[in-house]
């Protein structure tokens, strides 16, 4: 049997490669299942949902195999899968999902009913999602395979892609998600809150869905860099106290049509010199989105954050002035992204060069054992997303 390595959270701020189990054909709970299939994993990828774990500010335990941004070929499978071979190489949605349940067959796929027994939904390597083992390692399990995974139809092609077919696991479909929820569409406005892989991949979204004008907000210099660079209008979120006064100097006028938050329970509000203050952020949001227009909010909320400021924020309870919503006839739209909505199309996106996603999150490959420098770069804001090629199947560029 082959040996097994993955990235491990030691707490907080800590993460080191280390031996794991090889992966059984087993549910969390220690049930054996023929419905799943095992892959040696060709890329997986280091997600800003991983960092709020690693900073601590979730109540993620010791030992947690991180990791949901799956890549990967087939080795072994149950007896149960009947329409995926070995060797097939496949992606992997973060969402674990049974396909089974009235919400997958809803194909609301991130709040599946039966892959988690503490809430709605499931995801690798992730608190509070089920307890599946995550795959920032060389092997993985992927439970109800046949319903799960997106096999690509030409082998050798996806390999020539993989660093933008990486993507499709989480982010680009997450960020996807988030402008479409926001109402984007032809000859839209945009802003998104975050200049990260979510962020950016929300942008390159909005500009295949047809904006006419796409603006990324930050405060970190070298993201906003790249994001100017990969051609989107951008604005300092750290040097003017008003939002919509940035804009009008892009737009003509202080809205727009639609909105993404992009970051998330970490987010730092306009002005407040780097403190977590995502209500801030929402409510800016509401104040520069024009009247009827549409909020996306795919960045993550969780309901228990330890390392929160206040009690109230411990809780996942925020200061949201929904009453300036409601006025506004706004419309929101949060939680997790259902992949399996999206990956497909967007995978034929990518193979026609439709959205060069790699270059616009400007992916980065890394050896599995330079993860937790990986992680170190990533918490400072590096403008990079970081692929982890565990098994060395990724050719150099």
């Known amino acids: 049997m082959a040996t097994n390595h993955g990235v491990v959270y ?3 701020n ?20 023929e419905h799943g299939a095992i892959l040696r994993i060709v890329s997986t990828n280091i997600c800003g949902s991983d960092q709020h774990m690693v900073r601590g500010r979730t109540t993620a335990p010791k030992g947690i195999v991180l990791g949901h941004e799956i890549t990967g070929e087939i080795i072994e499978k149950g007896k149960d899968v009947e329409f995926l071979d070995i060797g097939d190489l496949v992606s992997v949605p973060f969402n674990v999902a049974c396909g089974r349940c009235r919400a997958c067959r809803e194909r609301n796929t991130g709040v599946c009913l039966n892959v ?10 992730y608190v509070d999602m089920g307890g599946w083992v995550g795959g920032q390692a060389n092997y993985v399990l992927v439970p109800y395979a046949d319903f799960n995974l997106l096999k690509f139809p030409d082998k050798a092609r996806a ?26 569409t032809v000859g839209s406005t945009v802003y998104i809150a975050g200049a990260g892989p979510v962020g950016l991949a929300a942008a390159a979204s909005a500009q295949i869905l047809g904006a006419a004008v796409i603006i990324v907000g930050d405060r970190q210099a070298e993201r906003l860099a790249h994001a100017k660079k990969v051609g989107f209008e951008t604005v300092d979120i750290s040097k003017h106290d008003r939002l919509g006064e940035q804009i009008a100097q892009i737009l003509g006028e202080p809205v727009v ?5 992009a970051v998330g329970f970490e987010a730092s509000g306009h002005g407040s010199k780097g403190e977590a203050a995502p209500a801030a952020v929402l409510n800016e949001l509401m104040d520069i989105t024009f009247v009827a227009g549409g909020l996306g909010i795919p960045g993550l909320y969780v309901v228990e954050d330890p390392g929160a400021p206040n009690e ?12 300036k919503g409601w006025s506004k006839s706004l419309h929101f739209h949060t939680g997790q992204a259902p992949v399996l909505q999206y990956n497909r199309q967007l995978m034929m996106a990518i193979l026609h060069d439709r959205i060069p996603i790699a270059k616009i999150v400007n992916a980065t490959v890394i050896p599995l054992e330079q ?11 590096a403008a990079k997303k970081f692929v982890l090629n565990p098994n060395g199947l990724i050719k150099a560029a």
């Open 312 to 323: 109230d924020a411990k809780k996942g309870m925020l200061k949201v002035r929904i009453g």
């Open 371 to 381: 993860a937790p420098q990986g992680y170190q770069d990533f918490d400072k804001g």
């Open 10 to 12: 030691m707490g907080p």
């Open 116 to 125: 988690n027994k503490q809430q709605p939904g499931g995801a690798y390597g």
């Open 14 to 33: 800590k993460v080191e490669v280390q031996s794991i189990d090889y992966p059984k054909m087993q549910n969390p709970q220690g049930k054996a299942i």
């Open 257 to 261: 049509d639609a909105a993404v938050d």
């Open 159 to 184: 390999m020539e892609k993989i660093t933008d077919l990486t993507m499709l696991s989480d982010i680009l479909p997450t960020g996807f998600h988030g402008a479409k929820t926001a109402g984007v």
